[in-house]
């Protein structure tokens, strides 16, 4: 395998240690940064230019998901490979539409990875065994689920997870540089398209979406 420059992004630090001691043991492998947060991940895909992102899909400030729509137009030489817990085909299939060139799930063997990161060095899209037998399915059943936060805006998508975290409208606009108004202003058309009138109802789409970890 050509030597690869890779960012690893986990909000465990447990789990983000464990993968960079595997990722170490790959000939030609180098970790040039890592990080437990999603807003971070996305800046040093900008900054560093990695060959690829390895991303969990829920982190606090933007998800996984969210950074490879992004990074897909602003760092388009970095490939993404998505971790996951999740495996059902709305997440798959949303990390598809987005252009991951990777879905891997955490509970894979540990040899799935190197063999993820050849793949999509080659340019191929390797998805977990599992998970290629589910979209499959899905497919010869008529298609994909439907993206259940696609009547947003990734900026509003961006803010909704901000929301659901807990983080005030004040908080929300310092961190991404935006007034206050300017977030409350979004939160209303937020709830005005998904129909939902509460701070409580934003957070259960958001736990329903991925954005952040369900409570079951």
Partial sequence: MRPLRILLADDHALVRGGIRSLLGSIEGVTVVAET??????LELIRSLAPDLALLDITMPGLNGLEIAERAAKE??????????????????????RVGVAGY??????????????????????????????QIVDVLRGGGAPANPLAALSPRQREILQLIAEGLSSKEIGFRLKISSKTVDTHRAQIMERLGIHNVQGLVRAAMRAGLIPSDE
């Fill in 75 to 96: 760092a388009p030489s970095t490939k993404i490979v998505v971790l996951s817990m999740h495996a059902n085909e709305s997440y798959v299939a949303d990390a598809l």
């Fill in 36 to 41: 437990g947060d999603g807003l971070e991940a």
């Fill in 104 to 133: 891997l799930r955490k509970s894979a063997a540990v040899a799935e990875l190197p063999a993820a990161l050849e793949a999509v060095a080659r340019g191929e899209i390797y998805l977990s065994p599992g998970i290629s037998q």
